[in-house]
Every structure is written in structure tokens, then in C-alpha cells.
């Protein structure tokens, strides 16, 4: 085994591919010293490739070499381990293991030094994609505390990462002004490092916290529908993380992109972005992203009129979810496959999956999860013919968006809201609903949703009997929707177009309204 480690060790242009093989062979020669080194300069090696399961093996074997062994690890050394090994199973969603190791590795909560505080932070980090943001909050402030007047670019950059790990939790509870006015917070730290960071190793800390910065600030502009912002921070942040080679952060980005061309109603560009990314997904073992992409995916298919190819996507988007323990991302895909079952009219599945949503957002204190899972429900209320339950729901969506400054529910609330009052007959302030849907989604430039709006607007219109008027709203909703190829929404809407040139002027029952699907 010695000579073996030794002929293996000499060929430096195979000590990456083989580190793992020559720390075996090291070990086997009771070798301590090099199997260790050749233990972590695998386990290093692995994580640069994703492969994070092999990552963890090898970080394990140098813990159970040093367990084993009178060859002491140094205190920072011993904690680096347990840092990179709570970071691989973070990768893998394994939330509750990198938990455990966090908190193993720093029994005392002692935040006196760098190096502690950022196994903290990571453990706060760890506590937020759980879902449990109340701890993550908490760790967090415990390491605020640590850092009220930071002097140095080191300490401004940690105070730059405790502000950002804030506005991220603010972000994860759909409080995005509060994540915005945190990300300032941020920058301003950031930039008052600029040109001191003193070295390599912290300008490319400082690098990845911008980037860090300019996603969260997109996340957060698209969710309050200011997507030239959002954009913008979006391709700042790729082009960063494009030179850096940063590929989980590329795939989230070029996600988010989607998004927004999806948003947008730039279906082949937003499939594009989301196929991008699911591809850079898969090929580094990223579950996570490989969900997100995939319900990107889904939104397309569905804003096309795959409704099948839509379920198909989601379903494996909650799959993914389910599979690494993501309680937000459950929740998203549960309401998702709600809305197209509500599509389907296949009611009580759609309230299953409702319920669940609903659960995980109470437990998570998720705003806009609990917001749309109302909206859900007073369509289900609406396609079992409770308008009274159906208008109360609508109304509270209303309320909740509007504290929330979720533009986009506010807006679909109040088309919602429309319909259902004009099924009560109650005309006049189902316009006033439906005027109101329309200038907020036309102000977020919200094509998709402001072409459906117009079709219920003009069924609305045909009821009070201005035929001509109710015309040319079909008219610019049909235009709309062809030149976003959404060929099942332009179906419906030139039938509906051809039934109001015949003469007719009833209104046509539509259950299928669309939010953030």
C-alpha cells in the first residue's frame, strides 16, 4: 500500500482524480499524516465537481482517521471539516444533518471569533431553507450583535452577510420591501470596503456577496411586478457569476430570467432560460434547481395550454421537493397542481393539495404561500357555487396583498372578485373590480394576465348590453394572447368573440383565472 500511495503521489497530474484512491492506499500503510491530507484534498476535489455524497465519504474518513489516531486535527481545522461537510448536505437538502453538524461543531455558541460566527451564519442559513425562520432570525442577530461597529473590510463584509441573510429571510416570508430596504443595508457595507478588501481571498468573498445581494434584490422585485429591476439585478449577478464559474448560482439566476420572460409572456425565452438551467442542474447533482427549473417549465406549458405537460412538470418539481425536504417549495408545487386541477374541475384533489399548502404556510409563516392558497379557495368556493364564501375569500386576498405590497394577488384578487360579483348580479361593483384588475396589471405589464382580465371584462360588458365595447376588449385580449402563443387562451377567446358577433350577449362561466401558478 505505501509503495502503491508513493507511485500515485508522484504522478501530480492524477493527485486530484486519485486523491481519494491514494488516501486509501495511505491509510491502509498507517500512513496518518498523508491519508488525512489526501482525505481532504478529495473531499475537496469533490465538491468542486458536485459530487457532494463522495465529498461527504471523504470528509468522514478524515474525521474517523483523526477519531481513531493520535494525529490531533488543530481546532480551526477540525471546525473547517464541519463546515464543508454541513455545507454538502445542505447542497443535497439534507437540512436537518448539516443542522446537527452546525450545532456539534459549536457547543457553546461562542461568537467571540470569525471563524465561529461563520459556522453560526451557516447554520442560521441552514435554518432559513428549512422553513424555520424565527431560529434563523434569531442566530442571526446573535451574530449582528457580534459586529455593531465594524471597522475593517472583513467585519464590514460579515456585517454585509448578517443584513443579507436577514433581507433573505424577509424574502422567504414575502416581505420584500423589508428584504430591499435590508439589501441596502448591505450594499452600503459592501461599498464602503470597495478597494481596501486586502486580498484575493476576500475580494472573491466580496464578489459573492454581491452577487448574493443583486438576487435576492430580483427575487424581490419580482415579486412586487418591477421587472425591468428585477432584470437587471438578475444579468448583474450572472455576469459575475459567469466569470467567477459559480454554477449552482448561474442555474438559479438563469431561473430567475425565466421567470420573468415568463411573466412577461416570452414563452420561448423563458423556456430557453429554464432548459439551461435544468440542464446545468442535472449535471451537478443540484435538486433544488433541477425543481425550480422544472416548475419554470411548467408555467410555460401551462400559459401554452399543455395542461398535461404542465402537471407532468410540476409533479416532478414536488417530487424533487419533497425528496431534499424543501417545506416552501412543497408548498409552491401544491398550489400549483391545485390551480390546474381547479382548470380540470377535479375539485376535491385541488382542495387536497390546498390543504397541505395551507398547513405549510401557517407552520412557515409564508405570506404569499397562504395568500395564494386563500385565492385557491375562493376559487373553489366559486366552482361549487358558494359565491358568498367565494366574494369573502376574494376579499380577504385583497386585504393580505395589499399589506404584503404583493401587486400581482392584489390584482388577480380583484379580478376574481369581478367575476364572482357579477354572478351575483351585482354589476356595478364587479366593474369596479374588474377596472381596477386591469390598471394594476397593466402597470406591472403583465400581458398574460391583463389579456384574460380583458375577456372577463367583456363578458361583463356584453351582460349590461354594450355589445360593441365587449367586442373590442376580446379584440385586443385575442391579439394578446396570439402573440404570446397562447393558443388554448386564444381558442376560447375567439369562440367567444364569434358567440358575441352572432348576437349573443350571456355571460360565458369561466372558472379558470390565473395567478402565480
Known amino acids: 500500500h505505501r509503495r502503491a500511495g508513493l507511485a500515485l503521489e508522484s504522478r501530480a497530474s492524477a ?62 481545522e477540525w471546525l473547517e471539516i464541519q463546515y464543508q461537510l454541513g455545507q454538502a448536505y445542505e447542497f443535497l437538502g439534507e437540512y436537518d444533518t448539516a443542522i446537527a453538524i452546525y450545532r456539534a461543531a459549536l457547543p457553546s455558541s461562542d461568537l467571540s471569533r470569525a471563524s465561529h460566527r461563520r459556522v453560526y451564519f451557516q447554520l442560521a442559513t441552514a435554518y432559513d431553507r428549512k422553513g424555520e425562520y424565527d431560529q434563523a432570525v434569531d442566530h442571526l442577530r446573535a451574530i449582528g450583535s457580534r459586529l455593531c461597529e465594524p471597522e475593517d473590510a472583513a467585519s464590514r463584509l460579515e456585517a454585509a452577510m448578517v443584513a443579507r441573510g436577514m433581507a433573505t429571510v ?116 443540484h435538486i433544488a434547481g433541477e425543481a425550480a427549473s422544472l416548475g419554470i417549465l411548467g408555467d410555460v406549458a401551462y400559459n401554452r395550454g399543455d395542461l398535461e405537460q404542465a402537471i407532468s412538470h410540476y409533479e416532478q418539481a414536488l417530487s424533487s421537493f419533497r425528496q431534499i425536504g424543501d417545506q416552501h417549495g412543497i408548498a409552491d408545487y401544491c398550489l400549483s397542481l391545485a390551480f390546474v386541477k381547479i ?20 407552520n412557515i409563516d409564508a405570506a404569499l404561500v397562504l395568500i395564494r392558497a386563500q385565492y385557491h379557495l375562493a376559487r373553489v368556493a366559486r366552482a361549487r357555487g358558494d359565491l358568498e364564501e367565494a366574494q369573502t375569500s376574494a376579499e380577504q386576498v385583497i386585504e393580505a396583498a395589499q399589506q404584503a405590497g404583493i401587486r400581482l394577488l392584489e390584482a388577480v384578487g380583484h379580478h376574481l372578485l369581478g367575476e364572482v360579483m357579477a354572478q351575483r348580479r351585482q354589476l356595478v361593483q364587479a ?45 385586443r385580449a385575442t391579439a394578446i394572447f396570439a402573440e404570446l402563443g397562447a393558443q388554448r387562451e386564444l381558442n376560447r377567446t375567439n369562440a367567444e368573440l364569434a358567440h358575441l358577433s352572432r348576437g349573443g350577449n350571456e355571460t360565458v362561466r369561466d372558472t379558470t383565472l390565473e395567478t402565480l401558478a
Open 343 to 362: 382548470d380540470q374541475e377535479e375539485i376535491d384533489n385541488a382542495e387536497e393539495y390546498l390543504q397541505e399548502a395551507l398547513g405549510i404556510g401557517r
Open 431 to 475: 366593474e369596479i373590480h374588474m377596472v381596477e384588475a386591469l390598471r394594476l396589471l397593466e402597470r406591472l405589464g403583465d400581458r398574460f394576465e391583463t389579456a384574460w382580465a380583458l375577456r372577463s371584462y367583456a363578458r361583463l360588458t356584453a351582460d349590461r348590453g354594450d355589445l360593441p365595447h365587449a367586442q373590442a376588449q376580446l379584440q
Open 170 to 285: 424577509y424574502l422567504h416570508r414575502e416581505q420584500s420591501h423589508q428584504a430591499l430596504a435590508l439589501c441596502g443595508q448591505a450594499q452600503a457595507l459592501i461599498q464602503d470596503s470597495d478597494g481596501r478588501e486586502g486580498s484575493m481571498s476576500l475580494a472573491g468573498e466580496m464578489a459573492a456577496e454581491r452577487v448574493a445581494i443583486y438576487e435576492i434584490m430580483a427575487d424581490s422585485h419580482f415579486n412586487l411586478g418591477d421587472y425591468d429591476a428585477a432584470v437587471g439585478h438578475y444579468e448583474r449577478a450572472l455576469e459575475i457569476s459567469q466569470h467567477q464559474g459559480w454554477q449552482p448560482i448561474i442555474s438559479r439566476l438563469l431561473s430567475g430570467l425565466g421567470k420573468v420572460a415568463r411573466r412577461r409572456g416570452n414563452y420561448a425565452q423563458a423556456r430557453a432560460h429554464a432548459q439551461q438551467s435544468l440542464d446545468l442542474c442535472r449535471e451537478i447533482g
Open 15 to 76: 493527485t486530484d482524480e486519485m486523491a481519494g484512491v491514494v488516501a486509501h492506499h495511505f491509510w491502509r500503510a498507517c500512513d496518518v499524516d498523508k491519508a488525512l491530507r489526501y482525505s481532504l484534498h478529495a473531499a475537496a476535489h469533490a465538491r468542486g465537481l458536485y459530487a457532494n455524497r463522495e465529498a461527504i465519504a471523504h470528509y468522514q474518513r478524515a474525521l474517523d482517521i483523526a477519531e481513531q489516531t493520535d494525529e490531533a486535527l488543530s481546532a480551526t
